[in-house]
């Protein structure tokens, strides 16, 4: 793959290791808290599976409705998730660079979130550092105090050669190391 479809390809990365959180995660664990203020995993684990379907409406220039509805069930997460993760990255593949490198917004969210899951759960998976790097990069060029939200919190300082997750999560507000 090229670089000009390189954002689309750390995409494609990004589901598939949260893809690979979600077989991580056990009905007991849904009622744990998580790193997003006020959001326990099952708030989480709604919004996380919900991401490529709304995403891909987005990329098609349809209503998106960010609102969390929290999961249900008791396990067949990845499933579930593998749909929307398969035709989002479809709908990316051979577009102009232009449009290919939006796909670097859902990189950096996809991530953040699959580390949130971890970190709550306590399990653990291998993870991509260019995906990190990538979202970390993104959110660099356009997450100003300024226009942070309630999502993001006051980046938290980490040494400039930590790990690139632990960058990339201190960037948002969270604490690597708690």
């Not at 744990?32 to 379907?53: F, N, S, Y």
């Not at 069930?73 to 479809?90: K, M, S």
């Not at 991530?111 to 979202?135: F, N």
Request: charged share 25%; net charge negative.
């Amino acid at each position: 793959m090229d670089a000009e479809q390189r954002p689309v390809l750390v995409l494609s990365r990004a589901l598939d290791q949260a893809r690979a959180a979600l077989t991580t995660l056990n009905p007991p664990d849904l009622d744990k808290p998580t790193p997003c203020d006020g959001w326990t995993v099952r708030e989480l684990l709604g919004h996380l599976l919900a991401l490529p379907g709304l995403f891909l409406r987005m990329g098609r220039g349809q209503e998106v409705d960010w609102s969390v509805t929290p999961a249900e069930g008791d396990g067949g997460w990845a499933d579930e998730f593998r749909f929307d993760a398969h035709r989002l990255v479809q709908h990316w593949e051979g577009r102009a660079p232009e449009e290919a490198a939006r796909a670097d917004m859902q990189t950096a969210e996809i991530a953040v979130h699959t580390w949130d899951l971890l970190r709550a759960t306590g399990h653990t998976i291998p993870l991509d550092p260019e995906v990190a790097e990538r979202g970390l990069a993104f959110l660099q060029q356009g997450l100003t105090a300024e226009n942070r939200g309630d999502a993001f919190g006051t980046p938290v300082d980490v040494p400039a050669d930590a790990p690139p997750y632990d960058r990339l999560v201190a960037f948002t507000g969270r604490h690597p190391s708690a």
